[in-house]
């Protein structure tokens, strides 16, 4: 599923993170690629461990980390949590750059902050349970 920011909500992600350095990257980035979120996520990849996005790959690197993170946060209270209380409000500095911190914090997923910035604002704008739900078994009887 491609999801991408317009310009009016970088800009307004740029104004409320400007202060957070390691969001930076992230945000420019966005900007150049027209709010491409997996664009973005693919040229931070490369930048931060030198390894290109391979279109002949099933998957993308993107696409798995999503998967992985799945896992990692549907189940997460803690994070679940903090979504929530961004989500009631969207213009808190403070809670955007806590969830940030706290997916790069997460334990056995060592993130560059710039990639977390891209995955924070993905599952914003997608809603965490819309991006939770991925996670749930197909029913083969359906």
């Known amino acids: 599923m491609e999801t991408q ?7 307004a992600k740029q104004q409320q993170l400007q202060d957070y350095q390691p969001a930076q990257p992230a945000l420019a ?38 998967n992985v993170l799945r896992q990692e946060l549907c189940g ?3 994070f679940r949590t903090k979504v929530k209380e961004y989500t009631k409000n969207p213009g808190s500095t403070p ?13 056995g997923l060592p993130i560059d902050p710039a990639i977390a910035t891209v995955i924070v604002l993905y599952i914003i704008k997608v809603g965490l349970n ?8 197909v029913d083969e009887a359906k």
């Not at 819309?130 to 078994?137: A, G, H, N, R």
């Open 5 to 11: 920011l317009t310009t009016t909500e970088i800009n």
């Open 29 to 66: 980035l966005l900007a150049q690629n027209q709010g491409r979120l997996d664009t973005t996520f693919d040229q931070l990849w490369a930048e931060k461990t030198g390894q290109m996005y391979d279109p002949s790959q099933p998957k993308s690197v993107w696409q798995i980390t999503l």
């Open 76 to 78: 997460d209270e803690s």
């Open 95 to 107: 809670l955007l750059t806590g969830l940030i911190v706290s997916l790069v914090g997460l334990a």
């Open 130 to 137: 819309v991006f939770c739900e991925y996670t749930q078994p």
